[in-house]
């Protein structure tokens, strides 16, 4: 229950000093943040804060311009294209606010595709999905294409697919943008459990203090800056369970 | 946790996953594939035809020296259907860029993106090659019947030690074409697999120019196109051949031997080519341009600014079209004087001979031309919902359909004139605008005589007038096309 | 929103007595304040008088004599024009959160301003956090999982309003001192 304090040795995800620039658009000017296993950590900021682009650089799908990003202690924002590609379908789970499905797949191939891009086999990779899909109260759309369900629906899948290779950490970008209250809560209620009990790092970006309250840590950007890391309150009001 | 590569079986569902503009796609890079294997298994067949074979209905068959040019010109034939192959490969596009995206986002690395994208190909293009097959020996089978004709036979005699090439005109059996003679099958093999491999192997090398990411692929697209040196090289080579003769004084190649000639002729045209092929972008950039500038309506605004958009899109089918109206109107002119040395042609292999080429142009500029339309088509449907939403704001249909027509007409019609001028110019060139023969009299005095070559302007003419009759005949057809796909209601889809 | 529109509603399933009903109001709004029961007394008395409550059956066990009170049909008439009613949106802003930042500004500075915004803000999210552990806890009831969403919801939209109120004051800082 207490997780006050925690040792260094407990971060697994560390971005020290991160700049990033869209052509001459400075969108992070110099970020550092320490995530340790297991948080739930919201990241909030007006829009054009670089919320986004500091989860893509913690994700490894974009390289900071400078600063390092440390996964578990290795750089990996030094790794190339591919290895930090590698790393989506074993260690990291995406999940971002739409279109990320693929349409013409179904809802259980979908949720194996990183299995089988990791050299899973067909029908384990899919046994594992429908577990999942299972999971998530959306079993029975295991045959059906993304253009055939709700917004709601799509994004439970789209978790259960961020989350079907058992990742260490998941990063979620927007995940309820485009979906009501009562859909977006079901999501995040759905994402957060099946986070914390397999331990997994939840980073969620958002603009919806509600969404942030789900989690136990908001960092808040602001002009490419963190304005403010509530980790203090790590210790009282961030205790888990 | 496996971090290994996506097996063989994973990457093949992978690639074939697809909807409906996948399908089509696929289709049409099968049939593309199956023409290339028809015409290479072909050209493997003539090849292995020799004077014991046949006879045949055509001269040019029975003729074995002129096998070589009917192999190099079913070899050729290959470019436009690459052509066209490479148009095709980028409908539906859009869809296949998301799913790509997809993929990568849930962690293949280019590489896996880049092995899905050649297995596509490959499978399509090795399901056609077995198509091709399959049709050349359905081919053998239903044309193994000979006909009774009337056709040229060659006969060889060796007489003293030297050969005498005799030819007569008889009736009887003959082969329409040599199924009699079968190549050698490793090279049928060959060439069956030959071909998918290679189609992959372009699958591969498109993919360089472009990058997918999670977000969604990124052309890297030169934007302006190359303007100077096409220029150069079209010009040049144009003139080069117009003047070969004083060329080849001046470069003191005149009295080189005539291997030297060929290649020096062969190397200009290939320039000449090149530069047409590469002038096309700034032409249709250019012309784009003009057009957008002084329009002072909608359609020609809408046309002139989608060209200097996109003006590779525009070049890459046209291009395969104007370098078979080069060659067909050097062919023209080649026949014009071909025609005057062969003025007694009493058994009319001459005439065969030429029409045999100008069916060989004919397919080709229709495989190019289509592949110029589907160009234009792929263009329509990636444009689909903003043309939708211009429709629903109330553009009138007439306006677009005038755009599109203007938009594949406009890089053709400049680049075909030219193309026409310097194929007639060239051929003119190097092989003379006037023919001198000997005539003996009737008193016996030999004198020399100098015919001018006439030149073919009706057949030139023609050669300008299919090429963009045809492209936009075809284009015409595409115009009810572009009504179903700009319904408005495409706007409400995802 | 009165107290008496409560009761009635309250009283609407069958008769009660004072302390009764306290007990019922305190466990079906969980969230709001504990009601004392003589303010409960007072408004039944009032209730009576009105004549939309009258007195039932009276109890007689060990300790004081304890009055059960039933709803009248006016009384009935009266909840239901109440639940058919629309209740007005507040035409006047007396929030103690708009008022407190600008007496900072004014009295303090906006240096001062932007800390009290920064510190409310975070006193907003940890109740926030507490309250959307309630809602998504799958053991709570209905009538908890409504009252908290409906607290969320506005803490949510206090906010929104203070984010908005950050970027203001700091414009309007940049803007003094350039």
Partial sequence: MTASAAPAADVVLDARELVRNYDRTPALRGVSLAVRAGEVVAITGPSGSGKSTLLHCLAGIVRPDEGEVRWQGRRIDTQSEAQRSRLRRTEFGVLFQFGQLVPELTAAENVALPLLLAGTRRRTALGTAEGWLDRFGVAELAGKRPTEMSGGQAQRVATARALVTGPAVLFADEPTGALDTLAGEQVLVQLTRAARESGTTVLVVTHDAKVAAHADREVVLRDGLIESDDQALLGAAGARR | ?494 | ?178
Avoid at chain 2, 197 to 223: E, I, N
């Fill in chain 3, 1 to 178: 929103m009165a107290l008496a529109h409560v009761i009635l509603g309250l009283l609407a399933g069958g008769e009660r007595h004072g302390y009764d009903l306290k007990r019922q109001h305190d466990a079906r709004f969980p969230l709001a304040r504990p009601l004392p029961a003589a303010q409960v007394y007072a408004t039944l008395d009032r209730l009576q008088r009105d004549g939309l409550v009258a007195p039932g059956a009276v109890e007689r066990s060990g300790g004081p004599d304890r009055t059960a009170y039933g709803v009248t049909p006016a009384g009935r008439a009266e909840l239901e024009r109440w639940l058919d009613d629309v209740e007005g949106p507040e035409p006047f802003v007396a929030s103690p959160l708009s008022v407190k930042v600008t007496l900072a500004l004014l009295a303090a500075g906006d240096d001062a301003a932007t800390g009290y915004l920064r510190r409310q803000r975070a006193a907003h999210l940890a109740r926030m956090r507490e309250l959307t552990r309630t809602v998504t806890d799958p053991g709570t009831s209905i009538a908890a999982v409504l009252a908290a969403g409906y607290a969320l919801d506005h803490l949510d939209a206090d906010l929104r309003w203070i984010d908005t109120a950050l970027s203001r004051v700091s414009a309007y800082s940049e803007e003094l001192r350039s």
């Fill in chain 2, 1 to 494: 946790m496996s971090a290994g590569t996506p097996d063989w079986r994973t990457t093949l569902w992978l690639a074939t996953t697809g909807g409906r503009s996948d399908r089509v796609r696929t289709a049409l890079t099968a049939v593309g594939a199956a023409a290339a294997v028809l015409a290479l298994l072909a050209a493997a067949t003539v090849a292995a035809a020799g004077p014991e074979d046949g006879p045949y209905t055509s001269a040019v068959l029975n003729e074995v020296g002129l096998h070589v040019g009917v192999v190099i010109a079913l070899v050729l034939l290959c470019v436009p259907v690459l052509a066209f192959t490479g148009q095709c490969s980028r409908i539906g596009a859009p869809a296949r860029d998301h799913r790509l995206a997809a993929f990568r986002l849930s962690g293949a690395t280019p590489a896996d993106v880049v092995r899905v994208a050649a297995a596509e190909t490959g499978a399509a293009a090795g399901l056609g090659a077995l198509l091709g097959l399959g049709g050349y020996l359905l081919g053998r089978v239903l044309l193994d019947e000979p006909v009774t004709t009337s056709f040229v036979r060659y006969t060889v005699e060796v007489v003293d030690g030297s050969e005498n090439l005799s030819r007569e005109r008889v009736t009887g059996p003959a082969l329409r074409l040599p199924v009699d003679v079968l190549p050698a099958p490793w090279l049928v093999a060959l060439i069956v697999v030959a071909v998918p491999l290679l189609a992959a192997l372009v699958a591969v090398t498109a993919m360089r120019r472009v990058r997918t990411t999670p977000f969604g692929v990124v052309r890297l697209a030169v934007q302006r196109p190359v303007r100077v040196l096409p220029a150069v090289l079209f010009v040049g080579g144009t003139v080069a051949m117009a003047s070969f003769g004083a060329m080849l004084r001046a470069t003191g190649l005149d009295e080189s031997q005539g291997g030297v000639q060929t290649v020096v002729f062969l190397v200009l045209l290939l320039a000449t080519a090149a530069g047409l092929v590469l002038g096309t972008a700034a032409l249709s950039a250019g012309a784009g341009h003009l057009l957008a500038r002084r329009a002072g309506r909608p359609s020609l605004l809408l046309a002139g600014r989608r060209l200097v958009a996109a003006p590779f899109q525009a070049s890459r089918a046209g291009a395969a079209l104007l370098v078979v109206v080069l060659v067909a109107a050097g062919a023209q002119a080649f026949g014009a004087l071909v025609s005057l040395m062969a003025a007694d042609d009493v058994l009319g292999t001459t005439a065969e001979a030429l029409a045999a080429v100008d069916l060989a142009l004919v397919v080709a500029g229709v495989v190019a031309a289509v592949a110029v339309v589907v160009g234009a088509v792929e263009g329509l449907l990636s444009r689909r919902r903003s043309t939708a939403a211009l429709v629903a704001a109330g553009v009138p249909r007439g306006v677009l359909g005038r755009a599109l027509l203007l938009e594949v007409l406009l890089p053709v019609v400049p680049a075909a004139a030219l193309a026409t001028a310097a194929g007639a110019l060239a051929t003119r060139g190097v092989f003379g605008t006037s023919l001198e023969s000997g005539r003996v009299d009737a008193d016996g005095v030999a004198s020399i005589v100098r015919q001018a070559v006439p030149v073919p302007w009706s057949g030139l003419a023609v050669v300008l007038a299919a090429a963009v009759l045809g492209v936009a005949l075809l284009a015409l057809l595409t115009l009810p096309l572009l009504r179903r796909t700009t319904d408005p209601a495409e706007l409400a889809a995802t």
